[in-house]
């Protein structure tokens, strides 16, 4: 059964409030959404029909929030919960190719579950994963701001949203952040 | 280095990056002595920040790819080419990836499409993608979107620079929504279609149309993109032999690799609308090949087994365009539009209907909706038509067991009389007229049965004889007849036979119509069908089935022909517009509907052959449309008696006339207007006896209509056998004197016989109405007839109607002054008369007996290939 849009715009609110149960409670349904609309693309031609992780970030808030109910800052909320997701999803899937492909042994892939995420780019999402691992211990912060441009999309203005920051604080932050992400991932440590 | 570290050479580049470029490098110098590891880390910081947006950039995009979507397989993100910044892939298709860029020069936001490197093209096929793209870049159109230019990388990858829209392509959206309510889908669809139109216009086809080649922006307006980019990709699609985008939208003339033209992006179109309304492709298939395979062999299902609600004239309009054979689709998106204007008014009015409170206007645009005639009639009628010929068979062979001699050959004769329509609302009256022309025509088909015309049967009728009355004076065995009732949502057609010598109905069925139920149509098929094998087991059904000619698979086009079959033969100044305008209308409906064009171009002639209306204006218009009919089923006898009438009473063309003719003759022997224009054409051979027997054969197929037997009238004073055209006229005088021109020939027959009073006296009990081509044979007559005054008042009123432009004719007027002695003005005028075209009658019409050895009338003789 799909959540009720008020039940997850409730849910949204009780965490925007301060409630982070009520975070936890809206992963479960996040999650499922995300996948949910992912699979359904499948149903279609591939090119012209799949969505990128934003798209389906997006889509997932349409889908589960009733949006003329809700603030600006409940909406950046669920769209930076929505990308944590979006990464985990990634993660997970390439850590397990990954792995499969090294001959590691691990337990088999529930391949259906997984079908919508190509093999294609998971370097790419297991280099960045690690990378954003690492900036989340030197500047939390700027962790959730890549997290939120890179796996759902955000602009600039709803991650701000999401973090609780100024637009000025979060422009700064972005910038020496990836100027710090683009030298990691060509392996050039910073003393 | 930990989180303190980090905040430390955080703080120091926020600092370092909001200065001044040339302040940068003196704090970075300073630093470099003071703090040489701060130094070196704000450095890397800085190059990396220089270069962060593109080596990041194809990270975002792997990563957004990781779900199948955009990318930047070009890797192109961050670089400028040209004078433009690309900054992220916005999507890529089977032609090429969309980047979205800035243009420095012009600085504004641009899209650029690069086409994929297996297009890249020689340099004479670039040169020909090129001036299509400039083509279609130089529409200025709300509906297309335009092109700002066109480069070339250093690759040598071509890119084209179009605005970047907000909004979303069709396909989005359809894959979010799923199916869309009809007035969003007719929308967009009309803007497609004025969009094609232009396109079209200027000669360029978009060959790739789909849903993710339409923008549907912010405001709801429609662009459709990348026109002229799928010639590129035909152009090297042979060379690499892949297969790029979808099969989905191809026509079937695309698929099989032929010519196309602007028909194919109207099957593209249907397509796309197909999916809007019902979610679903009409084509379906796991594989290429499948999808293919459907679009070449496959009927997709109808629109309204996906989705009950739509309207019967929407699911037409769809249908239509997924037409196999180009030829049976729209002509061009300018047809299209008229039609999708035409349902989105009828659309519109079912939602206000049901929002009325007035059930009674509700159903009247149901019925406008659901016209109940096309498959629903065809299917009573083959119904009627195989038990009347199983009847018939049937009494054909009873004699036989009796033994009389030869009755197998024997031929059997029926009249089908107008079904009558029962609760009397004049409006469906052409409909319940339809039903029994329906069946007259296709029981002419059978061998072995003659069936009497239908105007013979209808006049009969309407003097309210009894059936078995109608029957002996037709002198026709078996008689059809029936009724149709409308009642709420039902329509209940009754039909009986009726034995003529014992005036026993001999069957009798009835077949009721759920008005609201769309798919009746098909299980009444299959019934007929049963039916056929019940009944007929020795005679294939399908040839049972053939013998009813579906001319038009559209039942709104078949009811508004029918309608204007109606008011075309009344043949009176009236009802000449009211025939055009249904015909245009069934021709709108559908606008491959051979016959109905037929019956306009038939409209439009003979209303300037009457005389009432000017030729100049009338006859290009029959002639295109004749044409047109022509084009579309070249196998109609209507079509070919068109061209007839034209060829000769127009062009003066007997040759063509007589080939037409005799087309017309050989598709049916029994077509009573294809003799009546032969009798035409033997009067302009000057062979009189001839033409005398074509009008009999018209008459004998036609016994009682009057146009027959008052042109039979004529032929018989243009042979000099004024007797026989006296009880010819006299006849049919008593019987339809009401009918236009019918006085005026009786009149000319007293005259020629020199029994003036009678004459006069014809005139003037008949002066209403007058044909304005046969004024000319009134005046003669009082020429002939001593009243000079009323003969010179009509010369005035023809020739006061020449100088006003109306309608009047210079034969007319010569007709008059040789009736009144004035032979040089007689030739004059038949001199001028000559220059519109053949005089069919130069040879044998009596009025020009006393010019006959002038040297001006010989000369006119030659000139009509006479020797003279």
């Not at chain 1, 297991?126 to 955000?154: C, I, M, T, V, W």
């Not at chain 2, 980047?99 to 994929?116: C, M, N, P, T």
């Not at chain 2, 309204?304 to 030829?327: G, I, M, S, W, Y």
Request: charged residues 25%.
């Amino acid at each position: 059964m799909a959540p009720a849009s008020s039940e997850v715009t409730g849910l949204l609110r009780l965490w925007s409030a301060g409630d982070e149960t009520a975070r936890d409670r809206l992963i479960p349904l996040v999650y499922d959404r995300l996948r949910q609309l992912a699979h359904r693309r499948l149903g279609f031609a591939p090119v012209e029909n799949s969505l990128n992780t934003t798209e389906l970030v997006h889509e997932a808030y349409i889908k589960l929030v009733d949006a003329p109910r809700i603030d600006l800052p409940d909406r950046a909320h669920f769209l930076g919960l929505a990308s944590e997701i979006m990464r985990n999803l990634l993660v997970d899937r390439a850590r397990a190719r990954l792995a499969a492909k090294r001959g590691g042994g691990l337990k088999a892939l529930d391949i259906s579950e997984f079908d919508w995420i190509s093999d294609e780019n998971l370097e790419t999402v297991s280099e960045l994963d690690a990378a954003l691992k690492r900036l989340d211990a030197l500047n939390p912060r700027q962790g959730q701001l890549l997290q939120h441009r890179y796996f759902g999309g955000l602009t600039l203005e709803e991650s701000a949203s999401a973090i609780g920051l100024s637009l000025a604080t979060a422009k700064r932050d972005l910038r020496s952040a990836r100027a710090w992400l683009a030298l990691e991932l060509k392996g050039i440590q910073l003393t | 280095m930990n989180a303190q570290r980090w905040g430390e050479i955080q703080a120091g580049f926020d600092a370092i990056i909001e200065l001044a470029p040339a302040d940068r490098a003196s704090r970075l110098q300073s630093l470099a002595t003071s703090d040489p590891e701060m130094h070196e880390a704000l450095q890397s910081l800085l190059r990396s920040d220089a270069a962060a947006s593109r080596e990041l950039a194809p990270v975002a995009a792997a990563i957004a790819a990781t779900t199948g979507g955009h990318s930047d397989p070009l890797g192109l993100v961050g670089r400028t080419i040209s004078h433009f910044d690309l900054h992220e892939a916005l999507g890529a298709g089977g032609m090429g990836v969309v980047y979205r860029a800035y243009d420095q020069r012009l600085r504004r936001a641009v899209a650029l499409k690069f086409l994929l490197p297996h297009y890249n093209l020689d340099a004479s096929a670039k040169a020909r993608f090129l001036r299509e793209a400039h083509a279609a870049a130089a529409l200025d159109h709300p509906n297309l979107c335009p092109l700002y230019e066109v480069g070339t990388t250093d690759e040598g990858w071509l890119f084209l620079a179009m605005p970047l829209y907000e909004g979303e392509t069709l396909r989005a959206r359809l894959t979010r929504d799923g199916s869309m309510m009809t007035s969003d889908a007719l929308n967009i669809v009309r803007q497609i279609a004025e969009g094609l139109r232009a396109a079209h216009a200027a000669g360029i086809v978009h060959r790739d149309l789909k849903p993710g080649n339409v923008m549907v922006l912010p405001d709801g307006t429609v662009r459709i993109l990348d026109f002229g980019l799928a010639k590129a990709r035909d152009q090297t699609v042979t060379e690499t032999g892949g297969a790029f985008g979808t099969v989905s939208y191809m026509s079937p003339e695309q698929v099989r690799g032929e010519k196309v033209d602007g028909r194919a992006d109207l099957w593209a179109l249907g397509v796309v609308m197909y999916e809007m309304l019902t979610g679903r492709k009409p084509f379906g298939g796991d594989e290429e090949f499948a999808i293919a395979h459907a679009i070449l062999h496959d009927q997709p299902d109808l629109p309204t087994t996906h989705r009950r609600d739509l309207p019967a004239a929407l699911e037409a309009l769809v249908l239509r365009l997924l037409q196999k054979d180009p030829a049976k689709r729209y002509a061009d998106a300018s047809t299209l539009l008229r039609d999708l204007e035409r349902v989105g008014t009828l659309t519109a009015g079912t939602i206000d209907a049901m929002r009325t409170r007035w059930r009674r206007s509700s159903r009247r645009i149901a019925d406008t909706l659901r016209p109940v005639s096309g498959r629903f009639l065809l299917a009573i009628t083959a119904v009627a038509v195989i038990t009347a010929a199983y009847l018939l068979s049937k009494a054909a062979l009873a004699p036989a067991n009796r033994g009389v001699a030869a009755a197998a050959a024997v031929q059997r004769s029926i009249a089908v009389l107008p079904f009558k329509n029962v609760g009397g609302d004049p409006s469906n009256a052409p409909f319940s007229d339809g039903i029994a022309d329906e069946l007259t025509t296709a029981l002419g088909k059978i061998d072995q049965l003659n069936v009497m015309a239908r105007t013979s049967a209808f006049s009969l009728t309407r003097k309210g004889l009894e059936p078995r009355e109608i029957g002996r004076q037709l002198n026709v065995q078996y008689v059809l007849q029936g009724s149709v009732e409308t009642a709420a949502n039902r329509r209940r057609v009754k039909a009986n036979l009726i034995d003529i010598s014992s005036g026993k109905e001999v069957w009798s069925n009835n077949f009721e119509n759920d008005a609201m139920n769309r798919d009746v149509f098909s299980v009444e098929d299959s019934i007929t069908r049963s039916i056929v094998h019940q009944l007929l087991p020795r005679i294939p059904s399908a040839a049972i089935v053939a013998s009813v000619k579906h001319a038009t698979e559209n039942r709104e086009a078949r009811d508004l022909y029918l309608q204007g079959r109606y008011f075309f033969e009344k043949r009176d100044s009236a009802s000449f517009p009211k025939a055009q305008d249904y015909f245009r209308r069934a021709i709108r409906s559908d606008p491959s509907y051979a016959l109905a064009y037929a019956g306009l171009a038939d409209a439009y002639s003979h209303q300037s052959g009457f005389g009432f209306a000017l030729p100049a204006g009338n006859l290009p218009k029959a002639k295109q449309y004749a044409a047109r009919a022509l084009a579309l089923d070249s196998t109609l006898v209507e079509v070919h008696t068109a061209l007839a009438f034209i060829a000769l009473f127009f062009d003066g063309d007997r040759a063509r006339a007589r080939q037409e003719l005799e087309t017309a003759l050989r598709l049916d022997d029994r077509n009573a207007p294809a003799h009546l224009f032969r009798a035409w054409y033997f009067v302009s051979t000057d062979s009189a006896s001839a033409a005398i027997a074509e009008g009999r054969r018209a008459v004998d197929l036609d016994p009682f209509s009057a146009l027959n037997n008052t042109r039979l009238i004529s032929f018989l004073v243009l042979g000099g056998r004024y007797d026989e055209a006296l009880v010819q006229a006299r006849k049919t005088f008593e019987r339809d004197p009401n009918f236009a021109g019918l006085g005026q020939e009786l009149a000319r027959v007293y005259t020629q016989l020199g029994r003036c009073d009678e004459a006069l006296a014809v005139l003037t009990h008949t002066a209403d109405q007058p044909v304005p081509l046969l004024r000319g044979v009134r005046g003669y007559t009082y020429a002939r007839c001593n009243h000079r005054a009323q003969a010179v008042a009509e010369l005035d009123h023809l020739r006061s109607q020449i100088r006003d432009g109306d309608y009047a004719s210079h034969y007319s007027l010569a007709v008059v002054e040789a009736g009144l002695g004035n032979k040089d003005q007689a030739l004059a005028d038949l001199e001028k008369a000559a220059v519109g075209g053949l005089i069919l009658t130069i040879e044998l019409e009596p009025a020009w007996a006393s010019l006959h050895s002038d040297p001006r009338f010989i000369a006119l003789t030659r000139k009509m290939g006479f020797p003279g």
